[in-house]
């Protein structure tokens, strides 16, 4: 079983619906999560992170951790075309700084 | 606007052949990270670099890659002799503490 596990996808939405993305994780010394964002033939870009616990917005972004359930994710209101891309899951221990990655979604928002 | 930079783009070579990956991290940052991404594998770590000193290269094949950073502004990465399993996109990724910035990538193909 891979430490962390990422809905696979893929997702067609309308523009403007709201897009949600989760991930669960293994790992209990995971403290520090991140979000980033792919589009095609490019590298992945970070979005956002947080630490612990909580939720952090970022205009139409919004990331949630659940620590206690192991379980985070990501909202995007008001989705846009220019969305459409592969989003990631990333996780860090404090101990080594390693990035543990989810497979990603690929997310394509419909004009 | 401070990035990560990767030479080769694109790499095409025939099975046997040397292949040599550089890539420039941001001014600054501490930490240097090689990653490889597939459809089927994902992104994975290869090896990683804090302060030029290599930290973790268990992701790599030992037999045939191998990892270095002559100065704080170059990373390269090798593959010798290559094959045609190694074909993927390699990442460069640059940081300090959590935060981790990607390169364009090398898109590599081995014929």
């Known amino acids: 079983q891979k430490e962390v596990e990422q809905d696979p996808g893929p997702l067609s939405v309308p523009e403007g619906a709201i897009v949600s993305l989760n991930c669960t994780y293994s790992n209990s010394a995971f403290q520090y999560f991140m979000w980033y964002r792919q589009y095609s033939r490019k590298g992945p870009e970070l979005l956002m992170y947080?630490?612990?616990?909580g939720n952090k917005e970022d205009g139409r972004f919004t990331a949630q951790v659940d620590k206690s359930s192991k379980y985070i994710s990501l909202f995007i209101r008001d989705s846009q075309p220019s969305d459409s891309a592969t989003y990631l899951c990333?996780?860090?221990?404090?101990?080594?700084?390693?990035?543990?990655f989810g497979a990603g979604t690929t997310v394509t928002v419909r004009a | 606007d401070a990035r990560v930079t990767q030479t080769p783009r694109h790499k095409v070579t025939e099975m046997g052949q040397e292949v040599t990956m550089r890539c420039q991290p941001i001014?600054?940052?501490?930490?240097v990270f090689w990653y490889r991404q597939t459809m089927m594998q994902g992104l994975e770590l290869l090896a990683y670099f804090r302060n030029r000193a290599p930290l973790d290269d268990s992701g790599m094949p030992k037999d045939r890659f191998s990892a270095e950073m002559p100065d704080a502004t170059l990373a390269t990465l090798k593959i010798q002799p290559s094959e045609p399993r190694d074909s993927a996109v390699y990442f460069c990724a640059s940081g300090m503490g959590y935060e981790q910035y990607f390169g364009p990538g090398t898109r590599l193909t081995v014929t």
């Open positions: 001014l600054g940052h501490n930490t």
């Open positions: 947080t630490y612990s616990s």
């Open positions: 990333a996780m860090i221990s404090s101990r080594d700084y390693k990035l543990s």
